[in-house]
Structure formats: C-alpha cells, structure tokens
C-alpha cells in the first residue's frame, strides 16, 4: 500500500520557470492538501480540495494553482517561480473533511528556486 | 498571524523522563487538535489527537492534555525513548482547514 506519493523528491528551478510537483494517494481519500515546510513557520496550507472537482485556497496560495479531476491525483502548479518559493512541499491527504481522520502526509519535495 | 505557536524550538530530555511539549492557540474556533511527529526527509506522522469537547487523551506513553480556558495543548510523553528524536508539531483544526504551529526538535538524550 503506498500511500501518499510525490514527485519529484529534489528539483531546482530558475527564476520563472514553471512546473508541476505531483501527487497521488491510493486510500480513497476525498480530502487532500498541499502544505509548504519553511524554517521558522512551521507548515503553511497553500491550497486544499474536499473531492474531485472542488478546490480551494489555504493561507498562503499565491503564485501556486491546483485541480483535482480524480479522486487520486491532487498536482500543484508552480506557473513562473521565484525565490520565495524554495521551500519543502508536502502533499496529505485524509478519508474526509471535517471528520476526525488525521492527515496521512507523503515524503516531501524539496524544491529550490535560483 | 500565528494562529497555533509552539514557542520551544528545542527541547532537551533524558531518556527514561518525561518529554513535555507545548503548543498555544489563538482562535476559539478550533475543534480538534493533532500532534504530529516528524524525522529528517520524511513526512509528518500522525501521533495522537483531542477533541475540543475533552481534556486529555491517552494512547500507551503519549498523552495529549487540552486546557481550553487557557488555550494551550501539551503533549506528555512518558518514558521518553531514542526513538522519539524528532520533530514534533501540533495542529488545530477549524473547518476543512488544518493550522500547524511552527515544531519543537525534541531531542532524547542516552
């Protein structure tokens, strides 16, 4: 049973360049999110959605987009990079929203802008 | 706005002792509260959680204690092990939204 699993694990960027970090969980989870690990601030919500077709914004969305047109696959797009988005990315995912299921999270993408 | 604050970025214990981790809150609206514990290169892992209707919650060395008046959650972890090395983050849930503080680095000393 794999999980949650993102790629790429490592990828540098230049400034501008575009690209999409993905991921898939294969629970049947309805709810999955994408959170961004920077020192100091613990791990911020960028965007969520409750089920295919239906996406919404975290705390700190912009300059990411996302879909969700299966159950499975949730990728975050990153459309022109900057610097201030090195950062680790973590995708999670749980059985619903609002219920008391906890977040089941994949390993990470690390991901530097030059 | 830092709405959930772990204000210890490190803490030091013997092995055998008990860890005692701490976390605060600033909105009222949260319902549930989760502990999270995290090693290097790999995702968070769930711990234990609490309801906002309870006031602790056990599960074999780890206790999680809620004091809603006082908004502050803390986490016992009772004997500490090597093991439990890592990152430790708690998160406060309001809505479909889940806001996590900033981590504590425990570190189990032999």
């Known amino acids: 049973n794999a999980g949650v699993t993102q790629t790429p694990k490592f990828q540098v960027l230049k400034t501008g360049q575009s690209m999409t970090l993905q991921c898939a969980q294969d629970m049947n989870h309805e709810y999955m999110s994408w959170y961004r690990q920077d020192p100091g601030m613990g791990l911020r919500l960028i965007h969520y959605?409750?089920?295919?077709?239906?996406?919404d914004q975290g705390e700190v969305p912009n300059g990411y987009n996302v879909s969700r047109s299966t159950t499975e696959d949730f990728p975050l797009r990153l459309l022109s990079a900057a610097p201030s988005q090195t950062s680790v990315y973590f995708c999670?995912?749980?059985?619903?929203?609002?219920?008391?299921?906890?977040?089941?999270f994949g390993n990470g993408t690390r991901l530097t802008v030059t | 706005d830092q709405q959930v604050k772990q204000n210890s970025p490190s803490l030091s214990v013997q092995e055998g002792r008990i860890s005692i981790l701490n976390c605060d809150y600033t909105n009222s609206m949260f319902d549930y509260f989760l502990w999270y514990k995290k090693y290097p290169a790999e995702g968070p892992t769930f711990l234990i959680s609490i309801s906002s209707i309870k006031d602790k919650n056990e599960d074999g060395r780890f206790t999680v204690f809620l004091n809603k008046s006082a908004k502050h959650l803390s986490l016992h972890i009772v004997p500490s092990q090597p093991g439990d090395s890592a990152v430790y983050f708690c998160?406060?849930?309001?809505?479909?939204?889940?806001?996590f503080g900033q981590g504590t680095r425990l570190t189990i000393n032999p």
């Open positions: 999670a995912s749980s059985y619903m929203a609002g219920d008391n299921s906890p977040l089941h």
């Open positions: 998160a406060a849930r309001r809505a479909q939204k889940l806001v």
């Open positions: 959605s409750v089920g295919a077709g239906i996406t």
